[in-house]
């Protein structure tokens, strides 16, 4: 749970404890990040007015490294956050002020949709050659610190974490960019051959990122 509000916090505490569940709760967004790498939650309350960093960006930074099941508490109002949440990746939402009987449904229904394998990978990945710490989100290659745009990141880390494996250009949409709707293929392309360049692995023959004519992209281990 990352809310700062402390009556919200008091509140949630008590719905949550006495439903059976454990809670681990944060006071603003880079502690809420810090939590989550630390205790791997089964699901994420998340407010988005939060000091240090705000929810969006927290959820962001989460997507990077999870699948975890994040439910998303919008303030009063702004409808358009509702949009914005469910495009950032948010599994559900809901405006404050809501019913706490309503809440702890929702909480529940996530989590009976959610497999019991919520996966988090936030370990460090380095091959000898690339480096890349998910939690710092730095990228080193051969020890030279590469700086990447956020969608550069999350595209080369799903291609790094799905290593071997040929990733499509949808599914590259779908895990790299904020808001793949609308987004063709051509920005997929335009975006390797940038991360190509910025991480020196411009030969097409010894690229670690192969294209796949007709099929997508593959991180191969150098
Ligand atoms: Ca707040």
Redesign the pocket.
């Known amino acids: 749970m990352v ?3 402390p009556d919200i916090t008091t509140a949630l505490r008590l719905l949550f404890g006495s439903a059976g569940y454990d809670v681990v709760h944060a006071g603003d967004g880079r502690a809420g990040l810090r939590e989550a790498y630390a205790a791997h939650p089964d699901l994420v309350v998340l ?4 000091p240090e960093m705000d929810g969006w960006s927290v959820l962001e930074r989460l997507r990077d490294i999870s699948d975890v099941p994040v439910l998303v508490l919008t303030a009063h109002g702004k409808e358009t956050d509702k949009v914005r949440g469910l495009r950032s990746g948010a599994d559900d939402y809901l405006t404050k002020p809501f019913a706490n009987a309503e809440l702890l449904a929702r909480v529940e229904a996530l989590l009976r949709r959610s497999t019991d394998a919520t996966s988090w990978t936030n370990q460090v990945y380095d091959d000898g050659v690339l480096h890349l710490d998910p939690t710092q989100r730095r990228v080193f290659v051969n020890s030279q610190e590469v700086r990447l745009t956020p969608t550069e990141f999350r595209l080369l880390n799903a291609l790094v974490r799905h290593a071997g494996a040929v990733l499509s250009a949808n599914q590259l949409l779908s895990q790299a960019w904020d808001d793949p709707t609308g987004i063709g293929q051509e920005r997929v392309k335009f975006a390797v051959l940038r991360l190509r360049r910025k991480l020196g692995w411009t030969d097409p023959d010894s690229s670690p990122i192969e294209s796949v004519r007709g099929f997508g992209y593959r991180y191969r281990r150098p």
Not at 47 to 50: F, K, Q, R
């Open positions: 809310e700062d509000d407010d988005v007015g939060l």
